[in-house]
């Protein structure tokens, strides 16, 4: 019962897209003993009474919780919206869910939820936060959610997921303490398969569920023409990296470092990749290849730096590192000054991606529970 003292009557408000992985992060707290309330946001024209909010709702019902729904559809125009045009628009590669997670769903979300008297809020997000101590075994599968307590050191780490394969920390990487000392996530253990396996025995109607694509609240688009419709078309060239004229585009800031699809060069003798791109000149350089060296870069300079778990006690600092999703981990130094030299070069470094950092794997191997993500920052040079 000393589990259940610690829960019982702390209101959690999950954030219930529709999917299966925020249906079993309510179902697994409730059964848990929490007090839960699902809460269904709006953030973008046209989602009012979409299949998401009805499978939300259904899984509320089975559940027997508490369902509101929340219009945050200016507050997503404002800080994600335009942030993402105004990007691209500089020739520069936004990470929208980055900036989702930090002003909308551990922003607004997390501020009107401790208004209306949550304790805590939950996400279906593939992350680990500290391991000190674990809800009880569920279903006969892995630990569940970790209880929301303080690490030993005063800091709330965040650690990469049980499933490598889903983890998500690289998207969190702003959250303050602030904001991590009042969240939950509780399927950070759990493997996919064991997530579809509880929502079936919690008999969830999202069980089978495909999981959702594309922008972060828009959904799964043609994202080529989505922004289309909001910048303009400027015909520039296409060059490779000896200056040969490959062709036209359509306008560089429409193009990401790394693309190889929906190029319309058609007739290279290998497959090429943007390398390169000059929103002043309008020009994109190709790569040759996927082995072509102007593909690389062994170096970056990142900017608007949070550290999740903490500042480096000292510069320069050994850490593991990720450019993008699914990366695998990457060793590398950091600086005080912003700088990162990687040890070995990196592929389709973005200016407006996301660099995260986490314990170098040595370290990290000591905390036994997955890598434990540092901190991150925006790439600008």
């Known amino acids: 019962m000393l589990f259940m003292d610690k829960v019982l009557n702390k209101k959690v408000f999950v954030a219930m897209s529709g999917g299966v992985d925020s249906s079993v992060a309510a179902a697994l707290l409730k059964n848990e003993g929490y007090d839960v309330t699902g809460v269904h946001m709006f953030c973008w024209e046209g989602c009012e009474n979409n ?10 019902a089975v559940l027997d919780i508490p369902f509101l729904v929340w219009d945050f559809k200016k ?11 105004r990007e691209y628009a500089a020739g520069r590669t936004p990470n929208p869910d980055v900036m989702c997670n930090k002003e909308i769903k551990f922003g607004v979300f997390l501020k009107r939820a401790l208004e209306a008297g949550a304790d805590f809020i939950a996400t279906g997000h593939y992350v ?27 800091f709330i780490s965040l650690f990469s997921a049980r499933d490598t394969s889903k983890d998500q920390s690289y998207f969190l990487w702003t959250l303050t303490q602030d904001q991590l000392k009042h969240s939950i996530f509780p399927i950070g253990d759990y493997l996919k398969s064991e997530v579809r396996e509880l929502a079936k025995k919690f008999n969830l109607p999202t069980a089978e569920k ?11 688009i043609d994202f080529e023409e989505f922004i289309k419709n909001y910048l303009p078309k400027k015909i520039g060239q296409v060059v490779d990296s ?40 309008n020009i994109l350089v190709m790569a040759n290849g996927q082995a072509d060296p102007i593909l690389y870069r062994s170096e970056l300079i990142f900017s608007n730096a949070n550290w999740t778990a903490g500042e480096p006690s000292r510069f320069p600092a050994k850490v593991s590192a990720r450019v993008r999703y699914r990366q695998p981990l990457q060793r590398a130094t950091i600086f005080e000054s912003g700088r990162v030299i990687f040890d070995t070069p990196q592929r389709a470094v973005a200016i407006g991606q996301s660099v995260v950092f986490y314990l170098p794997a040595e370290v990290s191997a000591k905390e036994d529970d997955g890598d434990k993500m540092l901190g991150g920052g925006v790439i600008r040079t």
């Not at 507050?75 to 045009?85: G, L, T």
């Open 210 to 220: 495909k999981d959702s694509q594309g922008l972060c609240f828009v959904g799964n």
């Open 51 to 60: 299949e998401d909010k009805q499978d939300a709702l259904c899984v509320a």
């Open 242 to 281: 000896f200056g040969k004229t490959l062709g036209s585009h359509d306008g560089a800031h429409f193009y990401t470092i790394g693309q190889r699809r929906g190029l319309n060069l058609g007739g290279q003798p290998r497959p090429i990749y943007v390398a390169q791109k000059n929103a002043e000149t």
């Open 75 to 85: 507050e997503y125009r404002e800080a994600v919206f335009n942030y993402m045009i």
């Open 128 to 154: 680990r936060r500290d391991k000190t101590a674990r809800l009880p075994r569920v279903l006969t599968l892995s630990a569940g959610a970790p209880t929301p307590t303080r690490h030993s050191r005063g």
